[in-house]
């Protein structure tokens, strides 16, 4: 069995010569009035550009640098959420999933789970996830290789998952920096499956906030536009109308009212490189 190239998302195909997918969204849910807030304003963004969109945001934040911060409303009040959003804006919805019996539920309400970049080695997580039918972004690890990503792609195979994508979001420099190695979008992209660029996480700067942590989200954007000149199908990109009021991942989000913006500025580069490939394999022919 081979991954579908492109992957099927609710109503969407995420691969080449494709609309460019947008999975975004606040981090956590923090309410439903402000989930439907943001995801109007993303159905919104849908219609004017070129491209896909898919709602993402958590119902647990399970890996926060303190135990005492804000994780989120919990599974089936969350799922409730993202099913009520689904319903009111026909946008396809992604949330991650931490533990293998959470699949199934979150498997029911969502067009894809997500798999975190902590738990991307996770056999058991990997194979709930493919369980569902659904298809599954993998968020590679921060302390992993890109070609390290072909086991967690063989795995979902293994359990019947032909629906791939595979996320970078920046690997550790030393402590609490993160870097991208451009590199490895390619290397990602020649298991046969898509590759989406995570810009907000890739600028975060791991427990800077002592309990809590930093980054810096005027990165973002720089970062969203080389990934799409290096080549990427999708891109994540974190949103919310006060970024800085956000309980979780505040630095490194995209405001809301920017976000159309930087969209527009990435979709150039992507479409221009685009062009370029086609009018270099029109002269190679």
Known sequence: MTPHLPALIGPHHCGPDRPLLVIAGPCVIQSQSLCLQIAEALAALAKRLPIQVVFKASFDKANRTSGGSFRGPGLDEGLAVLEKVRAATGLPVTTDVHLPEQATAAGDVCDMLQIPAFLCRQTDLLLAAAATGRAVNVKKGQFVAPSEMVHAVAKLLAGGCRDICLCERGTFFGYGRLVNDFSGLLT?????????????????????????????????????RAAAAVGIDGVFLETHP????????????????????????????????????????????
């Open 188 to 224: 990602m992209r020649a298991f046969g499956v898509p590759v989406i660029f995570d810009a907000t996480h890739s600028v975060q700067q791991p427990a800077s906030l002592g309990g809590a942590t930093g980054g810096d989200r005027e990165l973002v954007e720089p970062l969203a």
């Open 242 to 285: 006060d970024p800085d009021s956000s309980p979780s991942d505040g630095a490194n989000m995209v405001p809301l009212d920017r976000l159309g913006g930087v969209l527009e500025r990435v979709l150039r580069i992507h479409e221009a490189r685009l062009a370029g490939m086609v009018a270099a394999t029109g002269a190679e022919g």
